[in-house]
């Protein structure tokens, strides 16, 4: 048995190339290499270089394909083989009116036909069972021994193979031993094979598909019903790659019997034809003959049966005597006994119509059976016709590429159940060969084979008129690879076929799928082959060598003998496979690959291959042929005339085509071409020859290849004429080649005459010409070999060589060795002469040479012996000669000069000089030159290390070193050598100690560096470190003076002075102890410079502190100031002491401070007089004609102020909006009067106003600038800030002092008693059921208590004591707060003055002390007192008061969602474990901030930024009329303990005295 699919072992891997570029330019060159290597495998793979990657060119949307089918199990030979002889059995059986069904033994299907085989084998049926070796042939069918199964395999014998058997060998024929079909019969049916059909023999139209897999299972037989129904039924008919029985189809049995009977025995009916009546003649010799007794012939009433609607139905001898032919009557009798009687049991065949009786047959029949019955005689008929030629049928269905590929990928991975890409190559190809040997599994497959690319356009770009190519694509269109060029590249010999074959010289497309296979074949006239596969997955190749070729149709035709009786070239169909293991046990070595997208295959001559796909891929493959094909299709033309086979092309017309030009032809080619065209001609000589001897004298020129091929092939041999062929002028039709001039006709010689292309005398004519070409290459090699071996003792000039080189060239000389000698040669010879012309000329340059490498004397005598030797005539010898002795000369010289002790180094450079003019190196050179660079070194160890010579640096003493290392060595270079190492350590040591000291964090005294400095002053050497300590040495003395300087003046230094001497000090690398004092100095001027910016300056103000502190000299600008202000809120504005006017040395004299700053204080109330004139003419926003065009105010915020909510500054008189300025809250500077006052002290409310532009700071109060003067005074540094604050402090007591008296005065002071009185009836006015009435807060002091503040009440605290904490109790407050306001407008109408009549004489002075108090950036009672008495003695301004509560209302609205936000913040201060602030102030903190702006936001921030920075008090701000109500400490320097910063109380709580003043700060103070 043959090996399984699960033994399927893998040939051995065929070789696999890898070109390199320089290879791979030269295509059929390169196969030309490889081919002694790869031709012993019949087959190889050849892998280009990386990048070379030809784009796909097939238009993939207009490529459409119809592919063949492939059933798998019918490619393999031996598998073909089984299947037609189940075929034939089954069709025995039908025949005899049974269905085969094949048995199962051991649960595997019973293979019948190797029962059979191995039955003969074993000696026969009678023989096994005489012997009883029935277990034996169980044995050899693989059954398991000891299960009876010989027994069971004897009872399937006898039941399904014997009668089969009988009926084969004839042995039921007694006298009956027909030869339906002779040798000859066969071979003239027979179509030889022809190229256009190529593996496309139509398959018969019954397919045995599908009956084969209904003979493995039991299946009920249909009936005859069943079948009408599916038309399916109808066409299981006979299937297998045999012969199709027509008119052999499925019946019911014995259903209908009786009806067809009785419509079979009515004359007048119409019914089916039954067959002509048969007459059996007997001849001498006792051989019957069958002869039909109708003109049709057997065979056509054979196939008029198997077209009739239904069989004929079997009759009876009874019912057929009642039909009216006379002659069908006669032929009653029984052909074995040639009896007539007993009709009741006599047979008619339904095939012959011969009778039989039932008795007579073998085996005899009991009875007359039913249904369809053919005599043994049409059995054996039947059963041994030849099978029709198996080719493969076209899908139905048309493909494009990408749903061939779906389905492809589809089929694959159904099939193998997993991703195409996983599938392994190996698992595919034992399935593959597993399907391929089953019988019992049919997989079919579709594969696009043999698509011409002329109609379908190839995968390679093409040039041609079509499309134009990209400069990519004309690379590739023009590569020798690419498979439309290789065939007609110049050494081919294809290229001297004028027509396209497809196939051969057109590249063929195939689109493959797994399992889709290619059968064992060679190609048409034993070409090579080249695929490419351009994209997919692999395809799996197997082949053999030529020298196996016939070994390897020898066993296929020893191992399915069969399937050539019927198909000779079997093998050329490319329709059988067989499994490479069954070859290869059988001797026939076999190889195989994979081939991978991007590479090629290729097949040598006569190399049988096959393979298959692995799944979906496109590949392209075309035929071509080289010189050394040339014998191998001369041997393929006689094998083709043996096998009656048709050529492709002639192979004599290509020979006799190439020879017509040699000059066109390669060298190699026209020597191989010679080399035919000799066998031809002596051929055709010796062909012509015996024609004459038949006596054949007529003759006629032919031009054959203006012939079709039809028309002038052997009809004998089939094979292509050329340069003869015999023809008769009777039998115009046919003609021979002169191999078969006996096979013609049977005509007389005198009417046959030849017909030829060339005359004998033409023929060596061509010969000889081809033979010149081939030959001309011998005699130039001739000419070639004596010039350069001098055989004739003369030595060819440069000239004479390239000629003959040139020669070579124009006649396109193949590459061979002698022609690469002689390129060498001339190569040689011409590097010799220029490198002579070079040495000449490099000579006769001297000193102006250009430098290059030198030829040393050994080289240069080298040459010169190789210019002799050289068979080349140079006359530069001579000049190379003359070189050569005098370099000589100069080396005696040399050698001289070398051996004086001590040699002078002035002749050694000389002698040095002229050695590199000669351009030739002499030996003793290098010690000359090392004799030189020793003298030079020395001495420039001495120039650098002599006294009086300036210091040398390291760097200079390193390359000393390093080039003393490449001096040779001598005990001088040596000494100094040491010398120097000594002086570089020393040195290097005392550098390193000077950069620790330089960047060390512990800085060292002067007295330490001074030390080191010293110590390596006597070092010969100059160090970068040392140098650089020195310098920071001298720079720290320089520095202690200028701190001596400056500590010992007349007055205190300046704080820039010190932090430039301190920046200084800390950049010197030597430790100073004066350093760390002015550091101190520094930064306690520092930190009382941070602390009284903070006690003046508003967060983020835009001021400086000076600045502040400074008058404002150009206060009289409006639009100067404005700008000013602008520019520093964007932060543009930088200068401290551009308002005095001073310069930066200026602000180190005091006495300049102090004179600029009276000065400043002029100017600035001069200023501000002008200002608040210019801004009173202007119109007031106020008024109802007044517009936003006609106003000339502009806000902070850049737009005019216009309409309600717009306030006017009480110091400038300018206006501006008041929601863009922080304003004076009514309700925190009120309290509630007794319900019964009537009246309400309106001059006390807080109105007062003053805009940011006026107000710069927090105007502290006195008392707290006071205590930052006595902190200054224990400073040792000047501050301008100091100077500056000093000033201020005079200004504002001198101010004071004035303010007090004018309040001291006699009017003032009754003035101010009047007020007093009006306080005292109003408290002592009885209270009313009516509501409470708020009241303004009274003035913390009166005239009699000038109070410095000491006795002031604190601010009032929470009522109870509590703090609210909930959001309930702000709520509340917030409502409170809202009722209030609508208190006060309410009130607003009753409100009546003035109180006080105020003379010109006291209000004038009043007004100008009002006016320098404004400007005072300090917080004095005296200002507030002198607002009051100025406010009583004017109306109320209601216009005010209305627009201050509008925007107090509209703050309170927006403060509300602050308040809970301020809540939630606290809880998570809380909850992440920090220090909450106080409860109550985060409670009224909203209540405190001036306005729902970002004012408010910033008041916030501010007030928490100082409780953040640890003081008891933050620095209340003061309101713009110099209330006395905020006397809690300002400062955080003389922090008062316990003093209270919280809020004021709720008016609930407040009392109702009129004189207690309000301690609550006006909160426009804290913007």
């Known amino acids: 048995m043959e090996p399984g699919s699960d033994d399927f072992l893998p040939p051995p891997e065929c070789p696999v190339f890898e070109p390199s570029w320089a290879e791979f330019r030269d295509p059929l060159g390169y196969i030309a290499k490889i081919r002694p290597i790869a031709e012993k495998s019949g087959i190889c793979k050849i892998r280009p270089p990386a990048d070379w990657q030809p784009p796909f060119a097939v238009e993939v949307d207009n490529f459409r394909f119809t592919p063949r089918i492939q059933r798998l199990n019918e490619l393999e030979a031996q598998t073909r083989v089984k299947l037609n002889y189940l075929d034939q059995i089954a069709k025995f059986w039908e025949i005899q009116g049974s269905s085969l069904k094949i048995p199962n033994v051991e649960r595997r299907i019973l ?205 009876t001898m009874r019912l057929r005597r009642n039909h009216s032919n006379a002659q069908f009557i006669e032929s009653y009798v029984c052909r074995m006994c040639s009896r007539g009687d007993e009709d009741d049991k006599l047979l008619l065949c339904d095939g012959c119509d011969d009778n039989y009786h039932i008795f007579c047959l073998l085996p005899p029949l009991p009875e007359i059976p039913k249904g369809v019955w053919r005599c043994p005689k049409c059995v054996m008929a039947e059963c041994k016709r030849p099978p029709e030629a198996f080719g493969f049928e076209q899908a139905t269905r048309e493909y494009t590429l990408q749903s061939f590929g779906e389905m492809a990928d589809s089929f694959k991975a159904d099939y193998f159940n997993m991703p195409v890409h996983m599938v392994p190559t190996e698992l595919v190809e034992k ?73 051969m010289k057109v590249p063929w497309l195939y689109v493959g799928m797994v399992f889709s296979a290619f059968c064992w074949h060679i190609e048409d006239h034993w070409s090579y082959s080249i695929n490419y596969l351009h994209w997919g997955e692999p395809k799996t190749w197997y082949g053999v060598p030529s020298l196996a070729a016939e070994h390897l149709e020898e066993v296929m035709k020893k191992l399915t003998p069969e399937l050539f009786d019927s198909q000779p070239d079997l093998l050329h169909q490319l329709v059988t496979l067989m499994n490479p293991n069954t070859l290869m046990s059988h001797g026939v070595p076999v190889v195989r690959t994979n081939q991978c997208a991007g590479e090629f295959v290729i097949t040598f001559p006569r190399a049988y291959h096959s393979g298959f796909n692995q799944g979906y891929n496109f590949a392209e493959a075309v035929n071509f042929c080289t010189a050394d094909w040339l014998p191998a299709g001369r041997q393929c033309i006689e094998h083709y005339r043996r096998l009656r086979r048709y050529c492709v092309f002639s192979h004599e017309e290509l020979i006799c085509k190439m020879a017509a030009c040699p000059e066109k032809l390669d060298l190699n080619l026209a020597a191989a071409v010679h080399k035919e065209m000799f066998i031809m001609v002596q051929e055709e000589r010796r062909l012509r020859k015996a024609l004459l001897e038949k006596g054949i004298t007529e003759a006629e020129r032919e031009a054959f290849e203006l012939l079709p091929d039809d028309e002038r092939q052997c009809i004998k041999c089939k094979t292509t004429c050329f340069l003869s062929a015999l023809a008769c002028y009777d039998c115009p039709d046919g003609l021979v080649c002169l191999s078969h001039i006996n096979d013609l006709c049977k005509c007389s010689s005198s009417r046959q005459y030849l017909r030829y292309r060339y005359t004998l005398d033409e023929l060596p004519a061509m010969l000889h010409k081809l033979k010149v070409r081939a030959e001309s290459f011998d005699t130039w090699a001739n000419k ?81 012996d190789q210019m002799s030797n050289l068979p080349c005539a140079m006359h530069q010898i001579g000049d190379v000669r003359g070189v050569l002795e005098q370099v000589e000369a100069y080396q005696a010289e040399v050698c001289e000069a070398l051996a004086s002790l001590p040699p002078s180094p002035a002749l050694l450079q000389a002698l040095l000089e002229r050695g590199r003019q000669l351009g030739v190196e002499v030996p003793e050179a290098q010690e000359l030159q090392q004799q030189v660079e020793q003298a030079r070194w020395l001495d420039e160890v001495k120039r650098t290390l002599a006294p009086p010579a300036r210091r040398g640096t390291l760097a200079v003493m390193r390359g000393l070193l390093l080039a003393g290392a490449s001096v040779a060595p001598s005990p001088a270079v040596d000494k100094a050598r040491a010398e120097l190492q000594e002086l570089l350590t020393i040195a290097e040591r005392w550098e390193e100690k000077a950069h620790l000291c330089l960047e060390a964090r512990q800085k060292h005294p002067p007295a330490t560096l001074e030390a080191i400095i010293y110590e390596a002053e006597n070092i010969p050497v100059h160090l970068p470190n040392i140098q650089a300590l020195k310098e920071a040495l001298a720079k720290a003395r320089a520095w202690i003076a200028d701190v001596d300087e400056i500590q010992n003046g007349d007055h205190y230094p300046c704080l820039d002075d010190l932090e430039g001497l301190v920046a200084v000090g800390r950049d010197l690398p030597v430790g100073l102890e004066e ?258 009435i708020l009241l303004p807060s009274a003035p913390a002091s009166d005239p009699l208590r000038e109070g410095s503040g000491k006795d002031m009440p604190k601010a009032q605290g929470l009522e109870n004591g509590d703090s609210v904490t909930s959001p309930e109790k702000v709520a509340a407050g917030e409502g409170s707060g809202k009722r209030d306001l609508e208190l006060l407008s309410s009130l607003l109408p009753q409100l009546t003055g003035p109180v006080l009549e105020l003379p010109e004489a006291t209000r004038a002075p009043l007004e100008e002390l009002m006016l320098e108090g404004d400007l005072l950036e300090v917080t004095l009672d005296e200002n507030h007192s002198i607002w009051q008495l100025l406010q009583a ?135």
């Open 1075 to 1332: 350093l760390r004092q002015l550091e101190l100095q520094v930064l306690t001027a520092h930190s009382w410079r941070e602390k009284a910016s903070k006690t003046f300056l508003k967060k983020n103000s835009c001021y400086t502190l000076l600045e502040v502190l400074c008058p404002c000299a150009d206060a009289g600008s409006d639009s100067t100031k404005r700008s000013r202000w602008m520019e520093k809120e964007l932060g543009l504005y930088k200068s401290d002491t551009e308002l005095l006017g001073l310069s930066a040395q200026d602000l180190r004299d005091p006495g300049s401070v102090i004179v600029a700053f009276k000065e400043g204080e002029q100017k600035e109330k001069e200023g501000i007089l002008r200002l608040r004139r210019a801004n009173s003419a202007k119109p007031s926003p106020l008024a109802a004609l007044t517009s936003a065009a006609s106003a000339s105010s502009l806000c902070v915020c850049g737009q005019v102020p216009a309409g309600a909510g717009a306030l006017r500054c009480d110091l400038c008189q300018d206006w501006f909006h008041g929601r863009c300025v922080s304003v004076p809250r009514l309700l925190n500077s009120l309290r509630p009067s007794p319900p019964s006052s009537p009246l309400l002290a309106w001059w006390e409310w807080d109105t007062k106003f003053l805009c940011p532009l006026c107000m710069r700071s927090r105007r502290p109060r006195l008392e707290t600038i006071l205590a930052l003067l006595v902190a200054l005074q224990r400073l040792p540094v000047r501050l301008p800030e100091g100077e500056a604050l000093q000033c201020l402090t005079e200004r504002a007591i001198s101010w004071q002092g004035r303010a007090r008296q004018a309040l001291a005065s006699e009017d003032v002071s009754a003035l101010m008693g009047r007020l007093t009185d009006l306080r005292q009836r109003l408290q002592a006015e009885p209270r009313s059921p009516e509501p409470p």
């Open 111 to 315: 293979d019948l036909y190797s029962l059979s085989k191995i039955v003969v084998e074993e000696g026969g049926y009678e023989a096994i069972c005489k012997d009883r070796r029935w277990a034996r042939v169980a044995q050899r069918l693989n059954y398991p021994p000891g299960k009876n199964i010989g027994s069971l395999l004897r009872s399937h014998y006898e039941r399904i193979v014997y009668p089969y058997e009988m009926y084969q060998s004839g042995a039921n024929l007694v006298q009956c031993n027909t030869r339906p079909f002779d040798n000859e019969e066969k071979d003239k049916e027979y179509k030889p094979h022809s190229i256009p059909l190529r593996q496309s023999v139509q398959p018969s139209k019954f397919n045995s598909y599908g009956r084969r897999a209904k003979r493995l299972q039991p299946d009920p037989e249909p009936t005859e019903e069943d079948i009408e129904k599916n038309p399916e039924l109808k066409k299981l008919q006979i299937y297998g790659a045999g012969p199709k029985m027509m008119g052999l189809g499925l019946m019911a049995k014995d259903k209908t019997l009786r009806k067809k009977e009785l419509l079979c025995s009515l004359p007048d009916k119409e019914g089916p034809d039954c067959p002509p009546t048969v007459v059996v003649k007997e001849e001498s010799g006792g051989d019957m003959k069958v002869e039909p007794a109708s003109p049709k012939t057997y065979l056509e009433s054979k196939e008029e049966l198997s077209h009739s609607p239904e069989p004929c139905t079997k009759m």
């Open 431 to 503: 399935e593959f060969w597993r399907l391929v040997n089953s019988i019992e599994e049919d997989v079919t497959v579709e594969y696009g084979a043999d698509i011409h690319s002329k109609e379908f356009g190839s995968g390679f770009p093409v040039s041609d008129s079509k499309r134009h190519l990209t400069p990519e694509e004309e690379e590739y269109a023009t590569s020798g690879w690419n498979l439309n060029v290789m065939p007609v590249l110049e050494q081919s010999v294809l290229c001297h076929i004028n027509a396209d074959i497809s196939g």
């Open 784 to 864: 070639v070999r004596v010039a350069l071996e001098v055989e004739d003792g003369r030595k060819r000039s440069l000239e004479e060589l390239r000629a003959l080189e040139s020669e070579a060239r124009e006649r396109r000389f193949p590459s061979s060795e002698l022609l690469q000698r002689l390129k060498n040669c001339l190569s040689e010879a011409e590097a010799c002469v220029s490198r002579a012309l070079g040495l000449v000329s490099g000579q006769e340059a001297g000193p102006h040479r250009v430098a290059d490498v030198q030829m040393t004397l050994a080289e240069l005598r080298a040459f010169l």
């Open 1433 to 1567: 003695g004017r109306p109320p301004d209601l216009q005010r008061v209305c627009t201050l509560l509008e925007l107090e209302k509209a703050e309170r609205h927006g403060s509300r969602g602050r308040g809970r936000a301020l809540e939630r913040r606290r809880r998570r201060k809380v909850d992440r474990g920090g220090e909450g602030d106080d409860p109550a102030r985060e409670e009224l903190e909203p209540k405190r901030v001036r306005s729902s702006g970002p004012e408010a936001e910033e008041a916030q921030e501010e007030e928490e930024l100082e409780e953040e920075t640890g003081a008891e008090g933050p620095p209340q701000p003061l309101p713009a009329t110099g209330s006395p109500s905020t006397r809690e400490n300002q400062n955080g320097l003389e922090s008062a303990p316990g003093a209270s910063s919280g809020p004021s109380a709720p008016f609930s709580t407040l009392t109702p005295r009129l004189p207690v003043p309000c301690p609550q700060q006006p909160p426009q103070q804290q913007s």
